[in-house]
């Protein structure tokens, strides 16, 4: 259940309890889904209650409802573009592209086309470039 979640945690523990949960552990926080560090969990947890909090940090369609005030339906990649760059407070296009999972050097329109796909359906100002950092903007 947790392998399709990419989770990022610098703490050696967690990294070998997710690990023997056969979780997606990831070594940079960018790529990651759930970054573990940010959810700051003090008291001990079941196996179980460990899986619920991270599929429940996972959930994009929070997210999404909280920029938009409501549920919208977008593809898989304009809703991860916006996850990423809310949770991050904007990216680099070279740091997006790396955070969706493509490779450094990939030459791809996808992300850019995703970008104008959502200015066009929300308004220009709805993901700025500001000196070459994406960020959301206003709706």
């Known amino acids: 259940m ?9 703490d050696a523990t967690w990294r070998n ?7 997606s552990v990831v070594d940079d926080a960018l790529i990651a889904d759930v970054n573990m560090d940010d959810m700051h969990i003090d008291t001990p947890v079941t196996p179980m209650q460990l899986k619920s909090l991270i599929i429940s940090e996972s959930d ?59 200015r066009k359906l929300y308004g220009r100002d709805f993901i700025k470039n500001d000196n070459g950092v994406f960020k959301i903007g206003k709706l």
């Open 2 to 10: 947790l392998e399709n979640i990419k989770i990022f945690t610098s």
């Open 17 to 23: 309890i997710l690990e023997q949960m056969h979780a």
């Open 60 to 118: 994009n369609a929070k997210v999404i409802s909280s920029i938009f005030g409501r549920p919208v339906s977008l593809s898989d990649l304009q809703t991860q573009i916006i996850v990423k760059l809310f949770k991050s407070g904007g990216m680099s296009a070279d740091r997006l592209k790396i955070a969706l999972g493509y490779a450094q050097n990939t030459k791809t329109h996808a992300v850019d086309t995703a970008i104008y796909g959502l």
